[in-house]
């Protein structure tokens, strides 16, 4: 088959990016969103046809999913060999998230449809859509590292468009300035650890730079291990700086700062972006260069997968404190993508060793599902309440039933009760951990209660707790079709994504694994999501005063955890107090008075002379005449007497 | 035949360039400035036909010289004629002192 057709389903998007942005707002103020999503419809189904083509007919060569590279073309060449291409790859991974992207974005695309309805910007939003759907497939496809990198600074870009979508309100703006700043500097590692891995692979394209670092013989490989900077290796260096770039974008503790402040944005876009496809991105990097980081550098494996864990551990306990329903919902992305890294962390490389690696993009396959669902719903119930808070929510469910019970299956699926799809997932993760390291399995166990502790308060929060509401006169009711069907949808992925038989199609080395579900080993999980949800159920199901004694039991640390460990304001003390004041400022009088001053003197000096000597610009023809002649005179006797 | 001295030539030369000069820096009238230079013209052409017959009598390039800076001069005359007119009609005066707008 020829694969070029891929090429398809990242520029339908652009297409459209290009169209709604340039002509939307005069000629496509209503069609606008009808055309995005229809070019994103035909880009999921080629996205659907092309994955399932390369997984069931001629993906497969011996057992081993072979890496396609089905189109490449060279934009920009510094050297031969090293070279910034444009290009398309295919492999079990990139196959697998064009499915997720093109699907959770269309979901996102119809929900927004009914979502957005009225706003004035309807077209603009849908173009910034399709430009994310762009970038973001784009990332996935990349080939080189470098065209990863650009598409990578793209998703940011449209991240930031999104998130300060409703650019009148303050706190949004400052929102999508500070993901924007958190994540360039993170990216600012990336970047520099593609040009250290870069200049001693002597490639940027993914697979040669695999095979070069990968190959314990090869030149590249000893000269990036030999050469070395404060005692650690350059090849430690530069996948720990690339680590960083991927923890930016994947708000990897401490760097997840921009996270919960993302959920500015329409909720529609928090599903997309900050929960189901952009954030996910750090986890497809490392997932990218996992050969390298398996069999060359295991410490670094170590460093992600206790960031993971941390990071895991803190967003769950964060998580349990809040009362914005989307900064709930966020805290839980950033756990959740605590887990994936924490998975890839304690994998090693190739065959049932590499379980991890499996786990973790199981779990990132059937995230996306369940997670950009429950943002749907919280979507569809911030539409219906006009407020995030949780006090303002609560007996919701005869009111919103199709969202109360899709609802109620995203909250089971991410707690991971048994069959929805986060329980197949989870257990991969927890099996991976308890045989690579304890402590860490420890922390993901406790983690997986906390879990389903804080989502099924989210729950009954919002559809138990107080006593099911009349209907407000003249309300409108839970949504329109559009809004329904992709809850509807997600509803049904969330409670199948699970069977699917993952370790048959993605594994760390691409040969096909048949993996078996330990039924012995789920019932320590399992009982633990279960005590989560009895508790939460203990606390929330009805409206009373237990919360609230439960908080007092915990005393500081609940305040600590309620103000999010203070992590914001120890980024403001080292930026405004230390950083602006040390460096900023002695910085500023540097440019104010010494490089302007400098400028200034020179500016006024040639004005003062120039002031001095303009009579001499008289307009008067004979003045002139006179300066001419003492001139030709002048010269006339220096040539003459002086000049020998 | 008692020859003129080239010096003596060049000497009314000369005077008659810095005759020129000196009109051309002191008359305001603008037609007296263009007789002038007319004047300064003419006293290169002197030294043109002055060195061609004491220097090179054999050739005639001092002549020929002197004969094309008659014609450019006709010329010229005719073309600042035209701006004169021109600066009247704007200036209603052709005193150079009143055509000095263009200055700082």
Same mark, same amino acid.
Request: aromatic fraction near 14%.
């Given at each position: 088959?020829?694969?070029? &057709?891929?090429?398809?389903?990242?520029?339908?998007?652009?297409?459209?990016?290009?169209?709604?942005?340039? *002509?939307?707002?005069?000629?496509? %103020?209503?069609?606008?969103?009808?055309?995005?999503?229809?070019?994103?419809?035909?880009?999921?189904?080629?996205?659907?046809?092309?994955?399932?083509? @390369?997984?069931?007919?001629?993906?497969?060569?011996?057992g081993t999913?072979?890496?396609?590279?089905?189109l490449?073309?060279?934009?920009?060449?510094?050297?031969?060999?090293?070279?910034?291409?444009m290009?398309?790859l295919?492999?079990?991974?990139?196959?697998?998230?064009?499915?997720?992207?093109?699907?959770?974005?269309?979901?996102?695309?119809?929900?927004?449809?009914?979502?957005?309805?009225?706003?004035?910007?309807?077209?603009?939003?849908f173009?910034f859509?399709?430009?994310?759907?762009?970038?973001?497939?784009?990332?996935v496809?990349?080939?080189?590292?470098? %065209?990863? @990198?650009?598409?990578?600074?793209?998703?940011?870009?449209?991240?930031?468009?999104?998130?300060?979508?409703?650019?009148?309100?303050?706190?949004?703006?400052?929102?999508?300035?500070?993901a924007?700043?958190?994540?360039?500097?993170?990216?600012?590692?990336?970047?520099i650890?593609i040009?250290m891995?870069? *200049?001693?692979?002597?490639?940027?394209?993914?697979?040669?730079?695999?095979?070069?670092?990968?190959?314990?013989?090869?030149?590249q490989?000893?000269?990036?291990?030999?050469?070395?900077?404060?005692?650690?290796s350059?090849?430690?260096?530069?996948?720990?700086?690339?680590?960083?770039?991927?923890?930016?974008?994947?708000?990897?503790?401490?760097?997840?700062?921009?996270?919960?402040?993302?959920?500015?944005?329409?909720?529609p876009?928090?599903?997309l972006?900050?929960?189901?496809?952009?954030?996910?991105?750090?986890?497809?990097?490392?997932?990218?260069?996992f050969?390298?980081?398996?069999?060359?550098?295991? %410490?670094?494996?170590?460093?992600?997968?206790?960031?993971?864990?941390?990071?895991?551990?803190?967003?769950?306990?964060?998580?349990c404190? %809040?009362?914005?329903?989307k900064r709930?919902?966020?805290?839980?992305?950033?756990?959740? &993508?605590?887990?994936?890294?924490?998975?890839?962390?304690? $994998?090693?490389?190739?065959?049932?060793?590499?379980?991890?690696?499996?786990?973790?993009?199981?779990?990132?396959?059937?995230?996306?599902?369940?997670k $950009?669902?429950? *943002?749907?719903?919280?979507?569809?119930?911030?539409?219906?309440?006009?407020?995030?808070?949780?006090?303002?929510?609560?007996?919701?469910?005869?009111?919103m039933?199709?969202?109360? !019970?899709?609802?109620?299956?995203?909250?089971?699926?991410?707690?991971?009760?048994?069959?929805?799809a986060?329980?197949f997932s989870?257990?991969?993760?927890?099996?991976?951990?308890?045989?690579?390291?304890?402590?860490?399995y420890?922390?993901?166990?406790?983690?997986?209660?906390?879990?389903?502790?804080y989502?099924?308060?989210? @729950?009954?929060?919002?559809?138990?707790n107080?006593?099911?509401?009349?209907?407000?006169t003249?309300?409108?009711?839970?949504?329109t079709?559009?809004?329904? !069907?992709?809850?509807?949808v997600?509803?049904?992925?969330?409670?199948?994504?699970?069977?699917?038989?993952?370790?048959?199609y993605?594994t760390?080395?691409?040969?096909?694994?048949?993996?078996?579900?330990?039924?012995?080993?789920?019932?320590?999980?399992?009982?633990?999501?279960?005590?989560?949800?009895?508790?939460?159920? @203990?606390?929330?199901?009805?409206?009373?005063?237990?919360p609230?004694r439960a908080?007092?039991?915990?005393?500081t640390?609940?305040?600590?955890?309620?103000?999010?460990?203070? &992590?914001?304001?120890?980024?403001?003390?080292?930026?405004q107090? !230390?950083?602006?004041?040390?460096?900023?400022?002695?910085?500023?009088w540097?440019?104010?008075?010494?490089?302007?001053?400098f400028?200034?003197?020179?500016?006024?000096?040639?004005?003062?002379?120039?002031?001095?000597?303009?009579?001499?610009?008289?307009?008067?023809?004979?003045?002139?005449?006179?300066?001419?002649?003492?001139?030709?005179?002048?010269?006339a006797?220096?040539?003459?007497?002086?000049?020998? | 035949?008692?020859?003129i001295?080239?010096?003596?030539?060049?000497f009314?030369?000369?005077?008659?360039?810095?005759?020129?000069?000196?009109?051309?820096?002191?008359?305001?009238?603008?037609?007296?400035?263009?007789m002038?230079?007319?004047?300064?013209?003419?006293?290169?052409?002197?030294?043109?036909?002055?060195?061609?017959?004491?220097?090179?009598?054999?050739?005639?390039?001092?002549?020929?010289?002197?004969?094309?800076?008659?014609?450019?001069a006709?010329?010229?005359?005719?073309?600042?004629?035209?701006i004169?007119?021109?600066l009247?009609r704007?200036?209603?005066?052709?005193?150079?002192?009143?055509?000095?707008?263009?200055?700082?």
């Amino acid at each position: 088959m020829n694969y070029s &057709i891929i090429a398809l389903i990242p520029l339908l998007p652009l297409a459209t990016f290009i169209l709604l942005g340039l *002509f939307g707002r005069k000629y496509f %103020q209503t069609s606008g969103g009808i055309i995005a999503t229809v070019a994103l419809l035909a880009s999921a189904i080629i996205s659907l046809y092309v994955t399932y083509h @390369y997984f069931f007919i001629d993906g497969k060569v011996n057992g081993t999913y072979r890496h396609i590279t089905a189109l490449n073309y060279t934009w920009l060449e510094f050297s031969p060999g090293i070279s910034i291409d444009m290009g398309i790859l295919i492999d079990p991974i990139s196959m697998m998230m064009i499915v997720v992207v093109t699907f959770i974005s269309l979901m996102v695309h119809i929900f927004s449809l009914g979502y957005m309805k009225g706003e004035d910007r309807f077209s603009t939003y849908f173009a910034f859509l399709s430009l994310f759907t762009f970038s973001m497939l784009g990332l996935v496809l990349s080939t080189n590292i470098f %065209q990863l @990198y650009i598409f990578w600074e793209l998703v940011g870009l449209s991240s930031f468009l999104l998130i300060g979508y409703y650019f009148y309100k303050p706190s949004a703006v400052a929102a999508s300035k500070k993901a924007f700043i958190v994540t360039r500097f993170a990216d600012l590692g990336f970047l520099i650890g593609i040009l250290m891995l870069g *200049f001693h692979a002597q490639t940027l394209d993914i697979s040669t730079l695999i095979q070069n670092l990968t190959n314990h013989q090869s030149p590249q490989f000893i000269g990036i291990t030999t050469a070395s900077f404060l005692g650690v290796s350059l090849l430690t260096w530069g996948l720990s700086l690339v680590f960083i770039g991927g923890a930016g974008k994947s708000a990897m503790f401490p760097l997840h700062i921009w996270l919960p402040d993302a959920m500015e944005g329409p909720t529609p876009v928090s599903a997309l972006i900050h929960a189901a496809t952009m954030v996910v991105a750090g986890v497809y990097l490392i997932a990218r260069l996992f050969p390298v980081y398996a069999l060359s550098a295991p %410490q670094v494996l170590e460093i992600i997968m206790s960031v993971g864990a941390v990071s895991a551990l803190i967003a769950a306990i964060i998580a349990c404190t %809040q009362t914005d329903i989307k900064r709930v919902l966020a805290y839980s992305t950033m756990s959740q &993508i605590g887990y994936m890294m924490l998975a890839l962390g304690v $994998s090693k490389y190739g065959g049932e060793d590499g379980l991890g690696y499996i786990g973790s993009m199981f779990h990132l396959f059937t995230h996306a599902f369940f997670k $950009s669902l429950l *943002f749907l719903g919280a979507g569809a119930v911030i539409h219906f309440i006009h407020s995030n808070e949780m006090k303002d929510m609560g007996g919701l469910r005869k009111l919103m039933p199709l969202t109360h !019970i899709t609802f109620l299956i995203a909250c089971l699926a991410i707690a991971g009760i048994p069959p929805f799809a986060g329980f197949f997932s989870k257990e991969e993760i927890l099996l991976a951990a308890f045989r690579a390291n304890k402590f860490i399995y420890g922390i993901a166990l406790f983690t997986a209660g906390l879990t389903s502790f804080y989502m099924f308060r989210l @729950y009954f929060s919002i559809f138990w707790n107080k006593p099911s509401t009349e209907n407000k006169t003249g309300h409108h009711g839970e949504g329109t079709w559009s809004m329904k !069907i992709p809850l509807v949808v997600l509803a049904v992925c969330s409670l199948l994504a699970g069977l699917v038989p993952f370790a048959n199609y993605i594994t760390s080395d691409g040969a096909v694994l048949n993996a078996t579900n330990n039924i012995m080993f789920s019932i320590v999980p399992v009982a633990v999501s279960l005590g989560g949800i009895l508790l939460s159920a @203990y606390l929330y199901k009805k409206e009373n005063d237990k919360p609230v004694r439960a908080a007092a039991l915990f005393g500081t640390f609940y305040k600590a955890a309620h103000k999010k460990f203070y &992590i914001d304001e120890m980024y403001l003390f080292v930026t405004q107090r !230390i950083l602006f004041n040390l460096i900023a400022r002695p910085a500023a009088w540097v440019d104010k008075n010494i490089v302007d001053g400098f400028m200034n003197l020179t500016a006024t000096t040639t004005g003062k002379v120039s002031e001095s000597i303009k009579a001499m610009q008289s307009g008067r023809l004979q003045s002139y005449a006179i300066y001419f002649f003492g001139g030709v005179i002048a010269m006339a006797a220096l040539f003459i007497y002086w000049w020998k | 035949m008692n020859t003129i001295p080239l010096t003596h030539i060049l000497f009314v030369s000369t005077a008659l360039f810095f005759i020129g000069m000196y009109g051309l820096f002191t008359r305001r009238n603008i037609i007296t400035m263009l007789m002038s230079i007319e004047l300064i013209l003419n006293s290169v052409n002197i030294n043109f036909i002055a060195f061609n017959k004491y220097l090179h009598p054999a050739n005639l390039d001092g002549v020929f010289f002197t004969i094309f800076i008659i014609a450019i001069a006709a010329a010229e005359a005719a073309v600042a004629i035209a701006i004169i007119i021109n600066l009247y009609r704007n200036h209603k005066s052709i005193d150079i002192e009143d055509a000095a707008e263009m200055k700082y």
